[in-house]
């Protein structure tokens, strides 16, 4: 039995290859953070005054807030003075028009990623906002999205160009002091990406933003603003990942979804931020605020997440079903080995009539992760005919590991059908000897099985990133996964 | 004067039994604990869904209450053959009890605390945490009477025993304490029946602990039908040694705030918990059950089954929680909460959780809140049954089915009945009792 359990440890030990850091000259602010601070991250960005005063009244609410302790993570303190809060490649004043003018080096890195900006977005299709430490260095196919009306663009452009549409939506749905994080991240916020689909536009191509983080000492805050308007669509995808280093390293980014009437947003992860080394060394701490509100009638949002990386995991994506017959769903798989600890679940707040939401949660825990599935379905008084379905399975492998389940319910309407299940179990001996005796090796046998439990989140993946995401599970035990 | 303030007068003014070191320093300690953590806020996680301010409002101290045979009788459960000690708010009542000669020991904590204290020293204050909550911590801290219940080794106790805790009302404060101790290879059962005479308030506070030696076997009743105006908070907790057996079971139908804790320690291997539990809510009642079943070594079972009715204004809450240790491998857990919302008013809070540090375990736990299902009500009502029979029938089906698993038949029969009786239209229902 020891043996088995070592080599699936053997398995599971993962190497990080996106862990390298790129030379690059940049403008990085001297650590610590106070209004001055802000004050002079909102000049940078040209920013009007009103977000400049939405910013400090988040930070003067910040400073009356202690970090969050209830979430089942052990989280060492955080010197919030000793981070640096913006940190820019050294660019042409006016920042690149075309990806001719994007500095090679970045490029480069892009591409050392697996993310020819260029290349892979003519073959696959896909719009890239590339955001790089604090700010976007490129967004891709701009002209086509222009022409169906699409608004694709990073944060700190859509302040410049559509103030009025910023300002109508943001914070809406987070608000400013929403929680410790969320308050901070209102204060210093960087940049990230901001989507705009008008009425009735179905999104011709898949969005994508891609997150790295390249300086030390700096903290990403990224807040990314999707507006869906009346019977639109888009299919959103975010990857992230940061450089190999010894220290822990702070992300707080904000994503708020808005639905309206008809409309329908498809939001997909894949985190393979840094996730340290085996004994808990360096890695990204990941605490993230994620909410959808389904504004309209009919509305529907969609998150998948595929979360492998980042030392600590702290998010929640949820839906705040307001519209009558709106429908939330949340596909989540989530993988802790080494020393990683997750606490990740999401919230689906019923209130509308008839609202539906499904959350299918996969858990996997490895070597000494650790993984909590923390999630609430609430159903209000006035939402009558809600349902909600939950299924949170967890697949241990080795006898360090831990997985948790916390799934908080509160019905307060008769006419709601709300369902819980949760199974925990290992990679059975059986099914590995079925594998092994038709000559399957025991590699290929762990990634099959692993893959087979988290098949049912992976097929809401859009084609490209379902590829991605089972080679980063494959990664990340070592296998070959097909 | 807050509240804590007002319930530690209460203790520290209370005459005590027994003055032997060790018991007044648990009680000193108790005491320290309880003016630190207070009574429990809804900022407290495993209090987030009940609120005790109406407790911190009221003035409620010991009272002497005078109580006849006759007063309790309608609360002997029918054909039931059993030892009885009854409790007057708080106190026990020798002469109305009557315990057989012939069996394991049987008496009241006070008198062994009076004469013999060191038989329990072993276990008093030592199952339960006494800083598990401010209402552990103040019973610890007033601990003056129970029952106490010991079978020697191999010993089986001939009749089941039926603890009887009457309180008269009249703002009445009692804190019983319990101490089952099932010495090796014993078998015991014993039923704590919480009762109220006229529908007066009064405030509950009762600790029980239970330590079942290795393959004894311990059944634990517990039958909650104080007044829609008292206040009971409860907690039950454990601990199992090897190849013991432990089925707890809970029926909760009164009072306006009823909060039980339920808990067991699985610490020697092979050792079986069941928990089960039905809850009837309804009015303004206000039900809260959390249960805690920690699996600390390898190859022991649980099983849990709590069900819920709420209707009217009512609000239920259930927290289960099994917690796996990093060596308890093998381990095989499961728990099933199901909840019947009926009414416009009614809420549900539930939250089954599971803590795992290890991989080989079995465990899984399902969680529903629901109405009564549209094809059996139409099944009935194309027989002819009207409305209100119908819905009557499948109440008590889907309660019926906690109610089925309690082993004393006379205890069931009666709880059958109760459940009947609250039910509209429901007497022709009695036949299916048997």
Redesign the interface.
């Known amino acids: 039995m020891s043996s088995t359990a070592q080599e699936l440890d053997h398995l599971i030990g993962k190497e990080y290859k996106e862990g390298f850091v790129t030379d690059i000259e940049a403008e990085t602010f001297d650590p610590g953070l106070d209004e001055d601070v802000i004050r002079r991250l909102s000049a940078i960005k040209q920013e009007p005054e009103w977000l400049l005063e939405w910013r400090l009244e988040a930070f003067r609410h910040w400073q009356t807030m202690v970090g969050p302790d209830?979430a089942?993570l052990d989280v060492p303190p955080i010197d919030y003075q000793a981070l640096s809060y913006y940190s820019a490649p050294k660019s042409k004043k006016d920042g690149p028009k075309s990806l001719d003018e994007v500095d090679p080096k970045l490029l480069e890195t892009y591409e050392k990623l697996g993310i020819p900006l260029e290349e892979r977005a003519a073959l696959a299709g896909v719009a890239v906002d590339a955001v790089f430490d604090s700010v976007s260095v490129a967004t891709t196919f701009k002209d086509k999205l222009n022409e169906a009306g699409v608004i694709f663009c990073s944060f700190s452009e859509a302040v410049r160009e559509h103030p009025e549409l910023v300002r109508q939506y943001l914070g809406t749905v987070v608000p400013q002091g929403d929680n410790f994080f969320a308050a901070l991240n209102s204060a210093v916020f960087s940049d990230g990406s901001f989507i705009y689909i008008p009425k009735g536009t179905r999104c011709p191509m898949e969005l994508s933003t891609y997150f790295r983080i390249n300086a030390a000492n700096t903290g990403q805050f990224e807040r990314t603003l999707i507006v869906a308007d009346e019977g639109s669509y888009v299919s959103y995808l975010e990857g992230c990942t940061a450089p190999r280093r010894d220290e822990n390293q702070l992300h707080a980014a904000v994503v708020e979804l808005v639905a309206l009437d008809n409309a329908q947003i498809k939001y997909s992860t894949v985190q393979n931020w840094y996730p340290g080394d085996e004994n808990g060394k360096g890695g990204i701490y990941n605490f993230v605020t994620k909410r959808a509100e389904c504004r309209g009638v009919n509305s529907k949002v969609s998150w998948t997440q595929v979360e492998t990386g980042s030392a600590i995991t702290w998010k929640y994506p949820s839906c705040v079903l307001k519209g009558d017959n709106s429908v939330g769903e949340f596909y989540s798989v989530a993988l802790s080995t080494l020393k990683q600890q997750a606490d990740t679940g999401t919230k689906m707040i019923h209130i509308g009539k008839n609202t539906s939401s499904t959350i299918i949660s996969k858990g996997i825990?490895a070597m000494r992760g650790s993984n909590a599935y923390r999630g609430l379905v609430k159903v209000t008084?006035g939402a009558d005919n809600a349902r909600n379905y939950t299924q949170c399975d967890?697949l241990?492998?080795?006898?360090?590991?831990?997985?948790?389940?916390?799934?908080?319910?509160?019905?307060?309407?008769?006419?709601?059908?709300?369902?819980?299940?949760?199974?925990?179990?290992?990679i059975s001996d059986d099914q590995l000897f079925y594998c092994t005796s038709r000559g399957i090796s025991e590699e290929d046998a762990v990634s099959m099985i692993v893959n087979g439990f988290c098949k049912e989140v992976i097929k809401e993946l859009p084609m490209e990133f379902a590829v991605e995401a089972q080679k980063l599970l494959g990664v990340s035990l070592e296998g070959s996964v097909g | 004067m807050s509240a804590t303030e007002h319930f530690a007068a209460q203790v520290r003014n209370a005459p005590r039994a027994g003055d032997v070191a060790w018991l007044n320093q648990t009680r000193e300690q108790a005491l320290a604990s309880f003016e630190e953590l207070g009574l429990p806020t809804t900022r407290n996680?495993n209090w987030k869904y009940t609120a005790i301010k109406p407790i911190e409002k009221k003035a409620f101290q010991a009272v002497d209450g005078a109580v006849s045979a006759a007063d309790i009788e309608p609360f002997l459960f029918e054909g039931l053959d059993a030892d009885l000690m009854v409790f007057v708010n708080g106190a026990y009542a020798h002469g109305l009890s009557k315990i057989g000669a012939d069996g394991v020991r049987i008496a009241s904590l006070s008198a062994v605390l009076a004469d013999d204290a060191a038989s329990v020293e072993s276990y008093l204050g030592k199952i339960a945490d006494p800083r598990a909550s401010g209402f552990s911590a103040l019973n610890t801290a007033g601990l003056v009477d129970g029952a106490f219940v010991h079978a020697g080794r191999n010993q089986v106790a001939p009749r089941p025993l039926h603890l009887l805790f009457v309180s008269s009302g009249d703002d009445a404060f009692s804190q019983p304490r319990n101490l089952i101790v099932a010495g090796e290879g014993s078998a015991v059962s014993v039923i704590e029946h919480y009762v109220t005479l006229g529908e007066g308030s009064h405030f509950t506070n009762a600790v029980t602990e239970i330590s079942v030696a290795a393959n004894a076997d311990v059944k634990h009743y517990k039958v909650q039908q104080e007044s829609d105006k008292a206040f009971h908070i409860a907690t039950m907790q454990a601990e199992q040694a090897r190849d013991a057996r432990l089925a707890s079971y809970q029926v909760s139908l009164g009072g306006a705030i009823a909060r039980n804790d339920i808990n067991t320690r699985l610490v020697g291997e092979g050792a079986e918990a069941t928990l089960n539990g039905l809850y009837l809510v309804d009015g303004r009642q206000h039900m809260d059950f959390h249960t805690n079943i920690e699996h600390v070594v390898p190859h022991c079972i649980s099983r849990e089954n709590f069900r819920g009715v709420l209707d009217g204004r009512g609000r239920g809450v259930f927290n289960g929680k099994v917690h796996v240790y990093?060596k308890a491998?093998k381990t095989d857990s499961e728990m099933s909460n199901k909840?019947l919302?009926?009414?416009?008013?009614?809420?549900?809070?539930?939250?089954?959780?599971?803590?795992?540090?290890?991989?080989?375990?079995?465990?899984?736990?399902?969680?529903?809140?629901?109405?009564l299902d549209e094809v059996h009500m139409f099944y009935l009502r194309s027989r002819g049954i009207d409305p209100t029979a119908a819905r009557s029938l499948l109440v008590f089906a889907f309660a019926n089915e906690v109610l089925q698993s309690l082993p004393l038949e006379a205890v069931r029969q009666s709880l059958e009945k109760t459940l009947i009786a609250r039910l509209p239209k429901a007497d022709h229902l009695d036949e299916l009792v048997q």
Request: a negative charge; charged letters at 25%.
């Open positions: 209830w089942k825990s008084k967890s241990l492998m080795g006898d360090r590991c831990a997985a948790h389940t916390f799934p908080y319910m509160e019905v307060a309407n008769p006419t709601a059908q709300v369902e819980h299940e949760a199974t925990t179990s290992k | 996680e990093e491998v909840n919302l009926l009414s416009k008013n009614a809420e549900i809070d539930t939250k089954p959780e599971l803590e795992i540090y290890n991989d080989d375990v079995k465990c899984a736990h399902g969680a529903t809140i629901g109405q």
